[in-house]
């Protein structure tokens, strides 16, 4: 196997599902307030037990709605919702087709057009496990640093 070969044979199988490789399928979100102590209530997903501040809470990339309750006695309760945004990771699944394209042009042989295709078809399957996992979502805010005022 020459080296054009397996550099695209490399390339293909590192970029499958790369924001899968990348996220995972939770994100976890930084929550810190003033003053400490807030209790954080999850509700996103499967319930989870509560927090106190400073913690760090593990939410489901995929899962709508999601937000978090935080309070504390003699303070306001605050909400926080999240919102999801597609990840910069992955558009790394578009490298097989661009790898399979170049690799074809290289080798400049009929089959240029096979492999694009086998490149599509493998960074589509990067794109699938990206959105079975949840992983393609990336939740806003990434970190909740509230000040929480007094009744």
Do not use: Y
Not at 11 to 33: D, K, M, S, Y
């Amino acid at each position: 196997m020459n080296l054009k070969i397996k550099t695209f044979v490399a390339v293909v199988l590192l970029t499958q599902g790369c924001a899968t490789l990348h996220n995972g399928r939770h994100q976890e979100i930084r929550v810190v307030t003033d003053p400490a102590g807030a209790i954080v209530e999850v509700r996103c997903g499967k319930q989870q037990p509560a927090a106190v501040t400073p913690t760090t809470v593990r939410l489901p990339r995929r899962v709508e709605p999601c937000s978090l309750i935080l309070t504390r006695p003699g303070f306001h309760s605050e909400t926080v919702m999240f919102d999801s945004s597609l990840s910069g990771w992955v558009w790394g699944n578009f490298a097989a087709p661009i790898a399979g394209a170049a690799s074809g042009t290289a080798r400049q042989s009929d089959q240029a057009f096979g492999d694009f295709f086998l490149g599509a078809l493998l960074g589509g399957a990067g794109f699938g496990i990206d959105a079975l996992t949840g992983a393609m979502w990336q939740l806003e805010p990434a970190e909740v640093e509230l000040k929480l005022a007094p009744k």
